[in-house]
């Protein structure tokens, strides 16, 4: 097996009020230290280098402007965050990428899609579909065009028009790098699990948004913090557990809104070297 190693990039930052969206309403007696107030979260993309194939797990937010004006209000990417900024930071173009795998098609996992020229795209069968045509509930998330027809700029969906190759259930991408259905955020989410001489991180993608959401609350027999954003509940603990029991330890989750990874990627840039 190639020696495989995952390099996670911020693209940007999106806000949220953490009660209302990163936990469970059920949990806010027993939360502490989580302010009521919008924060900013990072928006990260994975590339995993090592193998015959350049592999990116995203390619993350839109410009500031896109994003805050059309998604969650103050979201922003500065100057050079944007995927093809940090790609060419690290010696890469857009089209140096053979194959991007997204665990779901919301607005900030997406974004730029048209630079990768030469990448084979890849997506969950179910989250494709739905993502073509949502209920009216998830206009925003999918930016479907029906929501936009009377915007004052023309309002296009990223994978519009872009051939995707979608997967069910779990599948092997290459050698050492496979998908699997962890539904709940959205209803076809997927994640990637990577395998490195560390051991196999997992891509959470937003099945799990940060990683408190699998800290227990023994107080009310929680084995996992549920988060408040999701289109299926059960689904979405479910697929938290799922994770929980799959990694060997905690620090391979990599979920996409993590901060903590931008002091950890800081001292360790690349994963499992």
Known sequence: MKNLTIRPINTGFVTTIPKQYLYHHSTAAY???VPDTR????????????????????????????????HHPGSYQPEGLSIVDQL????????DIDIVVFTHLHWDHIYYMEKFTKADFYANETEYQFAL???????KSYEHPKLYENAAEKIIRPFEGIPIKTVRGETEIVQGVRVFETPGHSPGHQSVEVDTKDGS???????????????????????????????????????IELQKKRVARPELLLPCHEKNLLERIKKTPVLGV
């Open 88 to 95: 060419k930071k690290i010696g890469y173009q857009p089209e």
């Open 39 to 70: 924060i900013e979260m990072p928006v990260f993309t994975f590339l995993v280098e090592g193998g015959d194939s350049l592999l990116l797990v995203d390619t993350g937010m839109a410009w500031s402007e896109r994003a805050g004006k059309y």
């Open 31 to 33: 939360l502490k230290d």
């Open 133 to 139: 045509n949502p209920i009216p509930l998830y206009y």
């Open 201 to 239: 991180y997992i891509c959470c993608g937003d099945s799990i948004f940060i990683l408190d959401n699998i800290n227990p609350i023994p107080e009310i027999a929680y084995d996992l913090t549920p988060p408040g954003r999701y289109a299926d509940i059960i689904a979405t603990w479910k697929s």
